[in-house]
């Protein structure tokens, strides 16, 4: 093992888990011997030892006193037990990277009597380095360990810094579970085709290029959307027709209410002992 590289603990394996230890490797980071893996769930950790080559531990503490940097990535519900469990256990110059939805800095600091944090929010793309993942710092995070968040992250996607903690909350709203809402509209789009009477496999295919070809139409265009949207809309034709069903049902409303109620979620799931039921191990 080569000692001058950082050694990585990932408290949790799940899917956000995967995604960063997968990108580490893909993007040549670090080697997969440097980084830990640690869970309940002995099959889970056997099949990333399988596919990466990564270390597996069932004991995160065991995990996280052998790693410069520490990744809690373990669901809100779960966080304050894994604390609790991991006070004293981290080595006194170790890097913290929370993705825990909600989990404030102060919390983290507090219950883990650690100081030097990083809160971040990325998102499932992230699997495939096409995520982006907002991130903010505690004042005792320098300059050198910014560089390797930045690192860490980058092979997620892109990563945004900012100086306000609440833009985390935002985030998790807006891009961290926004994939969820593109998901259930691409869902939904697809469901019309075939209620219109198309083949499902059709549908698919005119829904899914319909939707990225728009997407990299606007990023080349960089015209704002309405004027992109104007230029479908033929006077009395089909979308102005479409959009003013749309538009009729609160489509705009119905999306700002969602996030404002993702946003106010995540403020939630930063409070002692969140609601939520998980399954074992989960
Ligand atoms: N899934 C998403 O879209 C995103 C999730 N996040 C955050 O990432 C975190 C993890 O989420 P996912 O990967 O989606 O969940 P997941 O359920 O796929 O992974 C959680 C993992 O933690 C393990 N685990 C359970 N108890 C544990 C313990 N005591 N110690 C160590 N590991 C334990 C589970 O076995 C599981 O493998 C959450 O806090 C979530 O808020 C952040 C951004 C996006
Ligand atoms: O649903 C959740 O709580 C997580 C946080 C960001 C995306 N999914």
């Not at 990535?73 to 894994?82: A, C, G, T």
């Not at 198309?198 to 990299?216: H, K, N, W």
């Not at 996030?259 to 106010?264: C, F, G, L, N, T």
């Amino acid at each position: 093992m080569d000692t001058t590289q950082p050694t990585i603990a990932l408290i949790g394996h799940g899917i956000m888990g995967e995604a960063i230890l997968s990108g580490l490797i893909r993007d040549g980071l670090t080697p997969a011997d440097h980084i830990l893996a640690a869970g309940p769930r002995v099959d889970r950790g056997e099949e990333l030892r399988d596919r990466y080559g990564i270390r597996p531990f069932t004991d995160n503490r065991a995990a996280a006193e052998q790693a410069d940097v520490v990744i809690l990535s373990v669901k809100p519900q779960r966080l304050d037990r894994v604390l609790e469990n991991l006070r004293g256990h981290i080595q006194p110059d170790a890097l913290i990277i929370s993705i825990v939805a909600g989990a404030s800095i102060e919390k983290i600091a507090t219950q883990l009597g650690h100081s030097c944090i990083v809160r971040s929010m990325p998102n499932t793309p992230g699997q495939i380095g096409e995520g982006i993942t907002v991130w903010v710092p505690s004042p005792s995070v320098n300059e050198e360990q910014k560089k390797t968040v930045r690192q860490i992250l980058g092979a997620l996607g892109q990563e945004i810094f900012v100086e306000e903690e609440n833009y985390l909350d935002m985030a998790t709203a807006l891009s961290g579970t926004g994939p969820a809402y593109v998901f259930l509209f691409l869902e939904a789009l697809i469901d019309a085709g075939v209620h219109l009477g198309f083949p499902r496999r059709i549908a698919e295919q005119l829904v899914l290029q319909t939707v990225s070809g728009s997407v990299d139409y606007y990023r080349r265009k960089k015209a704002h959307p309405a004027a992109l949207r104007n230029e479908v809309t033929s006077p009395g034709g089909t979308s102005a027709e479409a959009i003013y069903y749309l538009e009729k049902a609160g489509f705009r409303t119905a999306i700002s209410r969602a996030i404002w109620a993702a946003y106010e979620r995540s403020q939630e799931l930063g409070k002692d002992k969140p609601t939520g039921q998980l399954k074992e191990n989960s």
